[in-house]
């Protein structure tokens, strides 16, 4: 944290130039730039997608700041974009200083979610550029008196073509001053085969800093004044307050005080240990709830989900499956899993009389004014949020509800607070991922295609963002004594329900559930890794069944060349054999270790990134353990912005995947979640870890980016328990794939 | 609202009662500190809190993540779980005391080179739990690296890029620790 005058790259219309406070943001190769901005903003509300000064910056200086609302969650979209607005703009990316998710400063461009930061935020930004691009020649062009035809921009600079002599900087051209000009689409984007800066690895922006201690995370903020609040938790959300003694807590040192609103119970001291301390002394007796749904988890999904929804119909599965000789059945079962962001959610406020300003790691800055607007009973427009990047966050974490928290706390004392969630605090209260539940049946006519297929599944909701009900935050659930459900968002659970085979007889339905006691939202890829978990695993019995090679089974039933394409790409890759891939594994283990390969193809969200996976595994089976030696990755998610950036988040897919499929699982006891730590919660470790990850990125310069930030995480669980049932003959049909379970599958496949 | 069952069922904290403040002179990156704090205060939040040492971070506060990782008179040690008081008189070196983005640690400058982070929250344990490594065995094999790093974890999934960086700064002869220790 610093203070700085405001400097001529500022947007000097919306501020104060009064001492404003920044937080300290990002290091820039060439020293510090415009930063964001503090609480002495005039704008109240976010700046409109229409105008281009909204987007954009340039300063007398020549440096080029832009205000973007997507935000950098450690997927390195900072840098992508920046490569964006570089390319189209024609300054190097270095020059460009950005200021993200501030709902006072930034347009509101929808949440960061989707790995839609490039496909959808990169677009918006890339005709932002290009728009002061033409607006920069066209002034260039007054200027020089030269037609805009005859100008050409090298890094930042108008010349004559020609005639170097005649030239102006972009600082020349507006710095300082607004473009005054809207946004109309108009302008013209560079062709891909003219991209100097797109399309290359370029080093992201904040890594220097992140590896030497100088990157600020929202853990980092520390405000004048500011103290300390920790929230005394009951086992739920709902249970009952019975007593509390606040006694036991008053005359610790440095206990400021003791906050109790409803079950919301927090207290607020000078210094952190101080704070950790009293909200374990603080005496309170609650009376908990049992928490019955997770005796028998999936009966109790099939007895709650009281509707149904056709994702997707063609021709006539169930006649088609009555009348098949040998249908094949199988059940797949996913359990609730955690983001388990290594650093816990954290969030600075500074709630003082009518104004509040909340830094965040929120995915939405601009979602997440109204939620405290709410909790704090004040008016939108007083409360600014202003993202901080935080841990890594794969998602709906509990950065939104640890702002709650820290707001309520302020509120109270008039004083800037951080809160810092415990690990305790986060595995227990962060939206879960939701379990899933699935039903397959299918079978293989005599064609040795799939001549019917079927899918049913049970899930909560996969997205449940904060509203303007408070009580979608868990401050406001304690409060109120009871939680909400927030924005529902149906189609979470069903990405990839419906697979891009094509399939004569095909049902696929989904059974949400819309009301269960464990709180979910929305993890990594939604539904799409359980969904193709089911559906690439259930792919490969069919053609198992069928004595088909799982690869040559599903390029039966595909046409789309981009499919076509990275199926092969990893074939060829992997050195794939073709195989009758019936279970036929009377083999002696070599050490004790039987090997297997498996295949998973997936295109994300059914219109997306196309991703192939082979998957090489060792399986014990005295032990049961399960070893990912190798994995192979053809991946197509149409212009590639930053390749290495690209292979960066692939890499970081697939061994989350692996995680996931091995060994994460919520557990919980009658009332509350217990895998409230490392060992309750296992992730994977350096030792588990594959031998290689080698991927085959398949660039298509003429066709739109799409996301990568999920994508690939999708078909790794269903390649993984197609390897374990090519080395032992053995089909897991529920994650995690524990010793336990494997041994398990192990003996019923011998029955 | 959602389905809830009904049966009551009583839960109660539990206390502990604080020791009172005393000065602590503890030695960070090379220069002398007086801290005012319970003896019993966890090291990282005096780095955090008093020094403004942002490198190590907190993870767990319980020992598992390896987040808040710092050197004691070279050790690797999770700061989260020591005491302030026991490190009264010991070297202890942050992140910071490596390098600096303008002058990175060999080890520093290897994570930058492989582009070896995601969201970076892990990285400050990586490479001080990496560079005592290197201090110790300057040509690790492989499995010394994931051998070493076990304890540490990452859930952007960066475990291959940081295998790499660490082989990388080996390579080119990294060995002796970090910044002010050498």
């Known amino acids: 944290m610093s203070t700085s005058p405001t400097s001529t790259r500022s947007r000097r219309e919306f501020l104060a130039d009064a001492g404003i406070l920044i937080v300290g943001f990002t290091l820039f190769p060439r020293g510090a730039r415009a930063e964001s901005l503090g609480q002495a903003v005039g704008q109240l509300t976010a700046p409109s997608a229409d105008a281009l000064d909204s987007w954009l910056v340039i300063g007398r200086d020549d440096a080029v700041t832009v205000y973007a609302g997507k935000v950098e969650l450690g997927t390195g979209v900072s840098t992508a974009l920046r490569q964006v607005v570089a390319e189209e703009l024609d300054v190097a990316p270095s020059r460009i200083a950005w200021v993200q998710g501030d709902s006072r400063l930034t347009v509101d461009q929808g949440r960061t979610v989707g790995s839609g930061s490039v496909k959808r935020g990169g677009a918006q930004l890339r005709r932002a550029a290009a728009e002061a691009r033409q607006a920069l020649l066209e002034m260039a062009s007054a200027k020089l008196n030269a037609p805009v035809a005859e100008l050409e921009i090298n890094d930042g600079v108008v010349s004559v073509t020609g005639d170097a002599s005649r030239r102006l900087t972009f600082g020349a051209l507006v710095g300082g001053g607004r473009f005054e000009r809207s946004i109309s689409g108009r302008a013209p984007l560079k062709a891909p085969s003219a991209y100097k800066t797109v399309g290359h690895p370029v080093p992201r922006v904040e890594i220097p800093a992140k590896v030497t201690g100088k990157h600020t995370y929202v853990h980092d903020v520390r405000l004048p004044g500011m103290v300390h609040g920790r929230v005394v938790r009951p086992p739920r959300a709902d249970a009952t307050l019975q007593s509390i003694d606040e006694s036991s807590v008053a005359k610790l040192p440095g206990v400021i005080r003791v906050v109790r609103k409803g079950t919301f119970i927090g207290v607020v001291a000078e210094r952190e240990e101080q704070a950790v301390r009293a909200a374990k002394a603080l005496n309170a007796k609650w009376g908990a709830l049992l928490l019955r749904a997770t005796a028998d988890l999936y009966a109790r999904f099939k007895s709650l989900a009281t509707t149904e929804r056709v994702v997707g119909e063609n021709g006539d599965a169930a006649s088609a499956l009555r009348s098949a000789p040998r249908p094949i059945r199988a059940t797949y079962r996913w359990p609730f899993q955690l983001h388990a962001s290594i650093g816990p959610s954290c969030a600075v406020a500074d709630v003082r009389g009518n104004v509040a300003t909340v830094y965040s790691s929120t995915q939405g800055a601009h979602q997440l004014v109204a939620p405290i607007a709410a909790l704090l009973g004040m008016p939108s427009d007083s409360v600014r949020v202003v993202f901080t990047e935080g841990s890594g966050c794969y998602g709906h974490n509990g950065a939104d509800d640890v702002a709650g928290d820290a707001a309520l706390l302020s509120q109270a004392v008039g004083r800037p607070v951080r809160v810092q969630w415990s690990r305790e605090d986060e595995n227990a209260w962060e939206p879960e991922g939701p379990a899933m539940l699935f039903e397959m049946a299918g079978a293989v006519g005599a064609d040795g295609k799939i001549s019917a297929w079927t899918y049913d599944a049970w899930t909560p909701t996969h997205g449940a963002r904060p509203t303007r009900d408070p009580t979608t935050l868990v401050a406001g659930a304690l409060v109120a004594g009871f939680v909400s459900v927030g924005e529902f968002f149906s189609g979470g659970g069903e990405r990839n329900a419906r697979t891009t085979y094509v399939l004569p007889n095909e049902r696929v339905t989904s059974h949400p559930v819309s009301s269960f006691p464990i709180r979910t939202s929305s993890l990594r890829g939604l539904g799409s890794p359980q969904n193709s978990f089911a559906n690439e695993s259930f792919m490969d019995e069919l053609a198992a069944a069928a004595g088909v090679d799982p690869i040559q089974m599903r390029r039966r039933h595909l046409s789309d060349a981009r499919a076509l394409a990275v199926i092969d790409a990893v074939a060829t890759r992997a050195g794939w054999t073709p195989r009758a891939s019936a279970p036929d594994r009377a083999g002696e283990a070599s050490n004790g270790v039987r090997k297997g390969r498996g295949f998973a193809y997936v295109q994300y969200d059914r219109t997306e990134a196309y991703v192939a996976a082979v998957v090489d595994v060792d399986v014990r089976p005295d032990t049961g353990t399960v070893r990912v030696r190798r994995v192979r990755v053809a991946h197509d998610c149409g212009l590639i912005v930053n390749p290495d950036g690209l292979r960066n988040q692939i890499e970081g897919n697939v061994v989350q995947a692996i995680s996931r499929t091995l060994k994460e699982a919520v557990r919980f006891d009658s009332t509350r979640v217990t895998s409230v730590d490392w060992n309750g919660y296992p992730i994977l470790r350096f030792s588990e870890i594959p031998d290689a990850i080698d991927i085959d990125l398949i660039d298509q310069p003429d066709q739109p980016s799409v996301g990568a930030g999920e994508a690939a995480t999708s078909p790794i669980p269903a390649a993984i328990a197609n390897a374990i049932f090519d080395a032992t003959g053995a089909r897991v049909r529920q994650v995690p794939f524990t010793p336990d379970r494997v041994r398990e599958a192990l003996r019923a496949s011998k029955v | ?182």
Do not use: W
């Open chain 2, 1 to 182: 609202m959602t389905a809830f069952g009904h049966d009551h069922i009583s839960v109660e904290t539990t206390a502990t009662m604080p020791q009172p403040r005393t000065a602590v002179r503890i030695r960070v990156n090379g220069v002398d500190h007086d801290v005012s704090a319970e003896p019993d205060t966890p090291l990282l939040y005096v780095l955090r809190n008093e020094l403004s040492l942002n490198g190590p971070k907190f993870g767990c506060g319980l020992g598992q993540c390896g987040a808040c990782t710092v050197h004691v008179d070279g050790t690797p040690r999770r700061s989260c779980v020591t005491a302030v008081s026991a490190v009264a008189g010991k070297d202890v070196v942050t992140l910071e005391g490596l390098g600096a983005p303008d002058r990175p640690h060999p080890l520093q400058q290897a994570f930058i080179d492989e582009q070896a982070a995601q969201c970076g929250y892990c990285i400050n344990g990586m490479i001080m739990r990496a560079a005592a490594l290197l201090a110790r065995t300057a040509r690790p094999s492989r499995d010394d690296i994931l051998s070493a790093m076990d304890a540490n974890l990452c859930r952007c999934g960066t475990h291959m890029r940081i295998v790499r960086a660490i082989e990388r700064a080996a390579a080119a002869g990294a060995a002796g620790p970090a910044g002010r220790e050498r």
